[in-house]
């Protein structure tokens, strides 16, 4: 599977857009961009996953370039409680068990 | 509510002691993974099993085994712990196929080898 590269870390004001970046320039035709995150004492949380269109659920918005090199993760209106490390990982859909790297991820730090 | 759940959340135990690390998942899920989590180093695959009696080496087995007897529930051994096996241990389990596999984690585990 392909590996990720991600900011260690960015800051946020509450209730403005969080953009977090991801790296993932060697992902293969058939492999998904997921997002996971982490809040502190519990284990990684889906946020949402994408091939190659952009897409959209109650929790973020996934933006995919075009080339499918890279991708951000959009939190449209940041609170408090989104204060977390956020994976991003490539992974075959249809894998026997998914070898995902999951990497050190994005710590994202949301200021009131 | 769906849920992966996990034998302890703290565990202290003595260097080479035999140690078992349970994970019980709900979702009739076919795939299920243990990571452990260090600081510094992100999640690192351990091993995985994608159906009963079935596994695979992920990044980081040395020191580690793992036992798949019933889909539901996926242990981890550390045949004889040791200080560096000390770390945050996380199970998680996905289906294999279907429009959303993501991996839905445990609580996770705070093994101590002292």
């Known amino acids: 599977d392909a590996k990720t590269t991600q900011p260690p870390s960015m800051d946020c004001a509450e209730g403005r857009a969080a953009n977090l970046p991801c790296n993932h320039s060697?992902?293969?035709?058939?492999?998904?961009v997921y997002w996971y995150r982490q809040i502190h004492s519990q284990g990684p949380q889906y946020i949402i996953h994408?091939?190659?269109n952009n897409e959209t659920n109650e929790m973020a918005s996934l933006i995919i370039t075009e080339d499918r090199k890279s991708s951000t993760l959009i939190l449209p209106h940041a609170t408090l409680r989104d204060t977390a490390v956020y994976y991003c990982?490539?992974?075959?859909?249809?894998?026997?068990?998914?070898?995902?790297?999951f990497g050190d991820g994005t710590t994202l730090t949301v200021k009131p | 509510d769906v849920k992966v759940t996990q034998s302890s959340r703290y565990l202290v135990k003595r260097t080479g002691e035999k140690v078992f690390l349970e994970c019980v998942q709900d979702?009739?899920?076919?795939?299920m993974f243990w990571y452990r989590q260090d600081p510094g180093l992100g999640l690192r695959l351990i091993y995985f099993?994608?159906?009963?009696?079935?596994?695979e080496k992920g990044d980081i087995p040395e020191g580690y085994s793992v036992s798949r007897e019933k889909k539901e529930r996926f242990s981890l051994i550390l045949e004889s712990a040791s200080t560096n096996q000390t770390s945050m241990y996380l199970c998680?389990?996905?289906?294999?196929?279907?429009?959303?596999?993501?991996?839905?984690f445990g609580p996770g585990t705070r093994l101590t080898v002292l």
């Open positions: 998680a389990s996905s289906r294999r196929q279907g429009k959303r596999n993501e991996q839905f």
């Open positions: 060697t992902i293969s035709g058939n492999e998904y």
């Open positions: 994408g091939l190659k």
């Open positions: 990982i490539v992974a075959g859909r249809n894998t026997n068990a998914g070898k995902s790297t």
């Open positions: 979702m009739d899920h076919e795939n």
């Open positions: 099993s994608y159906d009963v009696k079935m596994k």
